[in-house]
């Protein structure tokens, strides 16, 4: 009887979601022109904000070095914007932390600290997070670098600012502290990637055999992210609160790294090449001179060829190299004037697309997606598994007995 009674709930309800659709599908809901005015302004003013934070701490930063007393091989700390005489001792702290796991600094290279006020931006009513990162200025008798970082005034009356902003924008100023200017080919490659590799200083403190990067993928992730203008329902609203957004990223496929960065650890040496020297720079509105430092704050991450693009290999890319394979072999790498292919060839006797497939494997197989979510292969082009044949023609056969079956049991004498 049970059976009967769910064999016929069963059949009612198909019946039922048969004939009871309406008679015309309903409109769909048209986009606000005005929200969608309204989200663009508000986006354009957030990046404006950026830019201009950036251009107003290069401008000062510019005007400082010319006139400050800069001790050649110590870093000095400035404040910019602030009343006279006030300090940030987090800042302090960290720069003297990282110079003293430095050792002997080079001579020939000048560091200035500068933090500037970040209310001047708006940047809390506005929700952006100003400017941080490095000035590399070359002076013709020394290398000066700037690392710049926004601060805000404490209930103290000290500086407070974000110890990791303020660790990423000296990253390229330390690695020059240690090893002196770059040579030509570096150089070259640096202002042309806006260092985008040189943003760690992780080998100051990890073990060589540690996996840095904090679980991130060895190439940036892009996602195409589309508005479509409608409102948000209850449902869709209900799931951005659950974060389906950063489940259904945690779930996909790795091809958000770019196609250059799946060839590579397919095994393409040139792909792998081609990620490290070819990184298209994310802050094209900038001046050469200013490192980015983060794409998500001045890049373009909705570029229509995000898939094809090459995107910026992971920030700590420089700084596994020193851990990897030593300071002194990385000083002849850093210093000399060769492409840097022939470069990091002759400093460490190593293919640099075939070093670079092997850290990009390891970091990939250590990160966050591949420790959380089932492993997924990369898969370039169309492929179908041997047993995808067997399957299809197994389970079409059983479909096809078990219509018969139900096809003789049904028939009428």
Known sequence: MLRWFAATA???????????RPASAPEEPRPDPGAQRLYDLSAGQRHAIRVWS???ARDSA?????????????????????????????AE????????????????????VMVYNEAEFDSLRSQVYPYSGALLVRDTANDVCVAMTPGSRTPRGDIDVVSSQLDRALAPCLLRAAFGAPGRGVRDWLERTRAAAAKSNAWLHRHPDSLDGSGQLPWEPMY???????PETGLSSLLRNLA????????????????????CLEG?????????????????????????????????????????????????????????????????????????????????????????????VRQRSGSWEARFTPAKPVTLGVTLAPSSTLLTLGWTAAALLLAAWTARRRQVT
């Open 244 to 263: 389906a957004f950063e489940i259904a990223v945690m779930t996909a496929p790795p091809y958000p790294m770019g196609s250059a960065a799946l060839r």
């Open 10 to 20: 069963l059949v009612l309800g198909a019946l039922y979601a048969t004939f009871a």
């Open 268 to 360: 393409n040496t040139a792909e792998c090449s081609r990620t490290v020297l070819d990184s298209f720079p994310l802050q094209e509105s900038l001046p050469g001179d200013l490192t980015f430092s983060h794409s998500w704050e001045l890049g373009r991450r909705n570029r229509p060829d995000a898939l094809l693009s090459v995107h910026p290999i992971g920030d700590w890319f420089l700084s596994d190299i020193i851990r990897m394979e030593g300071r002194e072999r990385f000083g002849r790498f850093w210093k000399s004037d060769q492409p840097v292919e022939a470069a990091f060839q002759d400093a460490f006797g190593r293919d640099l697309g075939g070093w670079t497939r092997d850290w990009g």
């Open 224 to 230: 195409q992210q589309a508005r479509a203008g409608r």
């Open 54 to 56: 950036a251009l107003a």
């Open 93 to 112: 702290a960290l720069v003297r932390q990282r110079w003293t796991a430095l050792g002997a600094p080079d001579s020939s290279v000048r560091v200035l």
């Open 62 to 90: 510019l005007a400082r070095y010319s006139t400050a007393v800069i001790e050649k091989g110590q870093p000095r700390i400035m404040a910019s914007g602030f009343a006279e005489g006030i300090s940030s001792p987090e």
